[in-house]
């Protein structure tokens, strides 16, 4: 299942681990911010315009009928230095988020609403493990943010739902091989690489 959506709507600072890692401040209520459907790309940057890109791993959903169809890899890549100046200035994220290439994605598997609970989430980068997150790790588990976003922001049939990063990002380098993975109670059920460009 390979689908384009009309928006993607991101969880900010959905895992205690990644909101430490960053020095970020526990937010009172969900994180969210949006990127449009122009910013995925098959092609995995280490830099765009001249700036260092940063990689995040997050499970993404696809909806409908607000509710979690399928499921896949994404990363949500970030201008980190971009974003911390922005943040300085109580400026919005949206030159350091949503630049053209700033998602890549696999393909995504359907699944079960009992399913949610059981999911979780591997990066390797030449092989080795720098991310794993799971899903009952979430601050908003995916159904929770999904009600809230309703009251309002109604999400539409096919749109993304990036759920949050795990603790272990960090910068794209050139040349990299990056594997991602989402898992069913252990088992990968949908997987993808990309080599840095």
């Not at 937010?27 to 995040?56: R, W």
Request: glycine residues 8%; hydrophobic residues 40%; contains cysteine.
């Amino acid at each position: 299942m390979s689908l384009i959506p009309k928006k993607i709507t991101c969880i900010g600072r959905n895992y205690v681990e990644h909101i430490q890692e960053l020095g970020n401040a526990m937010p009172d209520e969900m994180v969210i911010f949006n990127k449009p459907p122009s910013c995925i790309s098959k092609t995995l940057i280490a830099q765009h315009q001249g700036e260092t890109v940063h990689y995040e791993g997050e499970l993404c959903f696809v909806i409908e009928n607000n509710r979690p169809v399928a499921v896949g890899f994404a990363l949500d890549l970030t201008k980190r230095g971009m974003q911390s100046k922005l943040k300085e200035k109580g400026l919005p994220w949206e030159r350091a988020k949503s630049f053209d290439g700033a998602i890549v994605a696999s393909d995504f598997v359907a699944i079960e609403q009992a399913d949610i609970p059981s999911l979780s989430l591997k990066l390797f980068i030449d092989g080795n493990l720098v991310q794993h997150g799971h899903s009952s790790h979430m601050i908003y588990p995916v159904q929770a943010a999904i009600d809230e976003l309703a009251l309002w922001q109604q999400l539409q049939n096919g749109d993304w739902l990036l759920s949050g990063t795990p603790k272990g990002v960090g910068e794209v380098k050139s040349g990299q091989v990056f594997e991602g993975q989402v898992l069913l109670n252990e088992t990968v059920i949908v997987s993808a690489k990309w080599q840095t460009q």
